[in-house]
């Protein structure tokens, strides 16, 4: 049975962390935002003397990379046509095909917010997939308002919540707020929530005591006001149970998210990261966030002390889609037991290219590419609605 929520939950108006990290009403669809203008659960107090002070509370627990075996893959079924309007069917349908080309690999479970829809996603999505409605949710965006796992040297695994807000109160999400809580509970797993606001797809781990994320995401008064880049990179290192915080600027407020990291580069493993590079003709600021964090990775060092090696990838030239807000992305994939789960455009070259390039990166893993223009519509894809729980 999932965790029930604490007293304070239920009264977000007596819950300090409704109160300083709760969502706003402004209720904007996510489509409409998108290109608009514990030992680890440390106290961020303002005498924190460094970084390594704060993170070595984190003692031995650390978050493994993505794409160590797995238990399970949760996912969330999107129902919300306030939200999603005359894309909703199409998005139901990717986020079931996603979830049947998944649980070819590993289990996978499927939050619904009621039994109605449960129903809805246990016909769209088969029987190899397990649908839930105990577990309500606002969105299917899986990868932000779940919980992040990790593991000590014992062997022993408990549940990081990153106190989400709907990316910096853009929307209201209030049952998203406790998905990562309820998820921990259904897994059986001990809960703590991190010391700062953020999102599983703001942060890369390489599961050897690096992190890499955008400063735009998670240094941002939306979601942690009043802290500092050395407050806010000590509370993440210590929940992720890292040592090493490679920053990118990112782009503040060009889509919903303020330029997730998982959009553009990805850890391949330990020493070795992925970018994916716009066309060269291209000169937006999409693109020019690109090449900097390519830039930026080939002069950093990880936690280890090696020089990163850089894999670049480029992005398709054309898609099938003429939305503003799509999300042309093929490292959003989604690591999974034996297998890595992409998009494809329909640029026939590039898609080609993109599963030679994850082939040889990810030697022994199948490469599915799968048609999911409508998910990406709305400006996310694979690896946004998925989340990972590591064995």
């Known amino acids: 049975m999932p965790t029930l929520p604490t ?74 046509r306030a939200i999603w309007g005359r894309l909703l069917p199409g998005v139901q349908r990717d986020v079931a095909v996603i979830a049947a080309t998944i649980a070819r690999y590993e289990p996978v479970v499927m939050c619904a917010t009621d039994a109605r829809e449960a129903a809805v996603a246990r016909r769209a999505c088969g029987s190899e997939v397990e649908v839930v409605d105990h577990i309500p949710v606002d969105d299917c965006w899986m990868r932000d308002s779940g919980p992040i796992v990790r593991r000590n040297s014992a062997g022993n695994r408990e549940a990081i919540g990153l106190r989400f807000n709907a990316w910096g109160r853009k929307q209201t999400h209030q049952k998203d707020r ?9 897994a059986e797993l001990p ?25 735009s995401s998670l240094v941002n008064p939306n979601r942690n006001p009043g802290k500092t880049r050395r407050q806010v990179e000590a509370a993440v290192l210590a929940a992720y149970g890292a040592t090493k915080m490679i920053w990118a600027p990112g782009i503040v407020g060009l889509d919903i998210t303020d330029a997730h990291i998982d959009g553009t580069a990805r850890f391949v493993r330990p020493g070795v990261a992925l970018v994916q590079l716009s066309p060269p003709d291209k000169n937006d600021a999409w693109a020019a966030n690109a090449r900097q964090v390519r830039d930026i990775l080939r002069q950093a060092t990880d936690a280890k002390g090696r020089r990163l090696q850089v894999i670049e990838i480029q992005g398709p030239r054309s898609v099938r889609s003429s939305s503003a807000d799509f999300l042309d992305s093929y490292v959003n994939f989604h690591l999974v037991n034996g297998a890595v789960i992409t998009a494809q455009f329909g640029d026939a070259e590039r898609d080609e290219a993109c599963r030679r390039a994850l082939e040889s990166a990810f030697p022994g893993r199948t490469v599915e590419q799968l048609d999911v223009d409508r998910l990406h519509e709305g400006g996310g894809g694979i690896h946004c609605i998925t989340m990972q729980e590591p064995l």
């Open 7 to 80: 007293q304070d939950d239920r009264n977000p108006a007596s819950d300090s962390y409704h109160d300083e990290w709760g969502a706003s009403d402004a209720g904007l669809d996510r489509r409409r935002l998108f290109l608009a203008v514990g030992a680890a659960a440390v106290s961020l107090l303002p005498g924190c003397r460094s970084v390594a002070a704060a993170t070595a509370a984190a003692g031995s627990w650390s978050v493994p990379h993505d794409g160590d075996e797995h238990v399970r893959t949760w996912m969330a079924w999107p129902s919300s």
């Open 191 to 215: 809960f703590r929530r991190a010391q700062f606001v953020g999102e599983g797809g703001a942060i890369e781990a390489d599961g050897e005591g690096t992190l890499f994320a955008t400063e």
């Open 178 to 186: 406790l998905v990562a809580e309820r998820v921990a509970g259904d």
